[in-house]
């Protein structure tokens, strides 16, 4: 299937389109219509299910605009960049490293130094894209991605557009661990937007300037909290470990992920209990294991804090996308937070017993250094403070030199301290949790969902494109229709099949016009798992009402009565693979052309 073929059905059926076409279009942003707001919605559901309900975590909603403070914190202004190349003709910008791996054989020219990518497009003859003008010579440089926006009128503070749903789980951490009892370990998960502000967007939802995220923290002890792997243990994963990137070909690692992780393939078991459950959760909603993997971050891409990440990718159109991130942050995102906000970051962790301790500890003599640093004592006692915490050693001399808040540096004599070692009973210790983090791209995960299902084959002599979505996944569950639509009786019957299906909480479409081949591919088109259709035929007879139901995948028919049909469709749509098999034997399977009546 060529990646056309599927863009040009999305925007045919309302899955997704780009934005304000009305207005010339805004590259970056996609329109999910009625088909593809509904899927959306799907998958939300089924991500929040495993993730949070059977989890047991919790859910926010965080603003998606936030002060700048924040992300001084977070360390956004200063890192969150992509190379850009402007060309010097025409001046369209361009991501240099997207360039440099479209031009070369290098698939992650992000990893590089911006001085090297700056090489490869001059030694690779690379020219802008837009209007062919060669790239030699132009400068990379940084650009840093996130939307800048003003908090309130007049003298506004500055502020950013969220580039990730994350940091409103960690700017929150002091007051949802309060909601979690202060016990670790605890998951805080949120979906929502976020905003990046992409060079050159492409792929249709697969790089955006608005996109969803679904992310999940997980706040855990690292020295006492393991993650359940039993569950998972047997969960048979294909791999792609760093050393094994880079090599002739592509060579995976295909084992179960408990064995993943005892040997070490996997580094931490956190990550490797998360792996474990998105694999199982992609194939559940329908990705197509066989054009799926796990790619470890090569050292270049990794964050510095990060002991280890993995990437989900699928394929499409023959290129392998990311469509989630798995990483071991350790504890830099609270101790950072903790740094800038005048909050507690840390859990405090009670021990079994209380125990007696040593304890460094300064009484400044503020008698003399109120006299000695005027207004300025108080920062100097609490510099001592620290000190003592950081290095107890340093009081064994004669004096300290203490560094101020504003960098300045003082000498303290050591007996103004009044430096002791003191016995102390302690019931606990503050500890700074880790964090592990799942992080998943709704809609490059819609685009994977949408790529994988599409399938052509040919039912009763004729040619046919169908989605095989799941049917927890599908944005329509059933679709019915009168076989004719000036039959005040079919009519009837036909809307009162649609309204107790609706009542049943299922997504139905009533569709009455075309012939019936026509109603179906339409359905086809857009993953519609079964079709009913009210005929002649079962209202005439002399039993009881019935109709007949389709399946999309085999178009095989089978008639049902009215009065059955609720609770045979409910039992269908449950997501049990042998129930259509069942219903052939419960009920008359229909030997029936109508497809190309």
Known sequence: MAGSDLVELAKRRGFFFGSNGAYGGTAGFYTFGPRGA????????????????????????????????????????????????????????????????????????????????????RDHDIACPACGTPLAGREVEDFNLMFATNIGPGDSKPGYLRPETAQGIFVEFPRLKEYARGQLPFGVTQIGPAYRNEISPRGGLLRLREFTQAELEQFIDPEDDDPP??????????????????????????????????????????????????????????VDMDRFRFRQHLPGERAHYAADCWDAESEIDGDWIEIAGFAYRGDYDLSKHAEHADDTFTVFKRYDEPRTVERATVDPDMSVLGPEFGGRAGEVAAALERLVERDPDAFEADAVTLELDDGETVTVETDLANFSIEDTT??????????????????????????????????????????????????????????????????????????????????????????????????????TPFCVTVDRDGIEGEGPDSVTVRERDGARQVRVPVDDLVEELDALLGGNDAAFEDLLERHDPVETDVETA
């Open 229 to 286: 792997l039993d569950r998972v243990a047997d969960v048979e994963v294909r791999l792609y470990p760093a050393d094994e990137q880079g090599t002739d070909g592509e060579t995976y690692l295909e084992m179960p992920i408990g064995e993943a992780v005892a040997e070490g393939v996997v580094g931490s078991a956190w990550v490797g209990y998360y792996l474990g459950l998105a694999n199982e959760w992609y194939e559940r909603i329908g």
């Open 38 to 121: 509904a899927l959306k919605r799907n998958l939300e559901d089924a991500w929040r299910d495993r993730f949070t309900l059977k989890e047991g975590n919790q859910e926010i909603e965080a603003p998606t605009v936030m002060p700048e403070p924040v992300f001084e914190a977070s360390g956004h202004l200063e890192g969150f960049d992509d190379m850009l190349v402007e060309c010097g003709e025409c001046g369209v910008s361009h991501r240099a490293d997207h360039l440099v791996e479209d031009a070369t054989d290098i698939e992650d020219a992000e990893a590089l130094p911006g001085s090297e990518v700056e090489t490869l497009i």
């Open 426 to 527: 302690e019931t606990g210790e503050h500890v700074t949790p880790h964090v592990v983090e799942p992080s998943f791209g709704v809609g490059r995960t819609v685009q994977t969902l949408l790529a994988h299902a599409y399938a052509e084959d040919e039912v009763d002599g004729e040619d046919r494109t169908y989605l095989g979505l799941v049917p927890e996944i599908a944005p329509v569950d059933v679709a019915v229709f009168p076989l004719v639509s000036n039959a005040d009786r079919l009519v009837e019957l036909s809307e009162r099949v649609a309204d107790d299906l609706r009542d049943r909480g299922l997504a139905v479409s009533y569709d009455d016009s075309g012939s019936i081949g026509r109603r179906y591919r339409r359905q086809d088109e857009i993953g």
